[in-house]
Nanobody, 114 residues
Framework: VKLVESGGGLVQPGGSLTLSCAPS???????????MLWYRQAPGKERELVASISQSGAINYVDSVKGRFAISRDNAKNMLYLQMNNLKPDDTGVYYCNEGGFLWGQGTRVTVSS
């Protein structure tokens, strides 16, 4: 049972990245039953909730990413995404996928720098 994030990398300010989260094992079979969340942890800071999407598709964002990030889920493919546009240096960190508040992925690193 695990979540695997991908799509991180180095990008210049103003650039875009799309993160993906793929569940496996039992997490794959129950994907549509739980809210899914993206967290991030910047160097030297605590992990923070970036975006969440409920089973029914209700979405919330932290204020700092509103208008720039878009969370989505494909329940047919059992995939979670985070589209990140107009990236800023403050968006740098390790991004984690989370299922239902209890299952974590290993994280994917995003670095925004010129």
């Amino acid at each position: 049972v695990k979540l695997v994030e991908s799509g991180g990398g180095l990008v210049q300010p103003g650039g875009s990245l799309t993160l993906s989260c793929a569940p496996s094992g039992a997490a794959f079979n129950r994907f549509s039953k739980y809210a899914m969340l993206w967290y991030r942890q910047a160097p030297g800071k605590e992990r923070e909730l970036v975006a969440s999407i409920s089973q029914s598709g209700a979405i919330n964002y932290v204020d700092s990413v509103k208008g720039r990030f878009a969370i989505s889920r494909d329940n047919a493919k059992n995939m979670l995404y985070l589209q990140m546009n107009n990236l800023k240096p403050d968006d740098t960190g390790v991004y984690y996928c989370n299922e239902g508040g209890f299952l974590w992925g290993q994280g994917t690193r995003v670095t925004v720098s010129s």
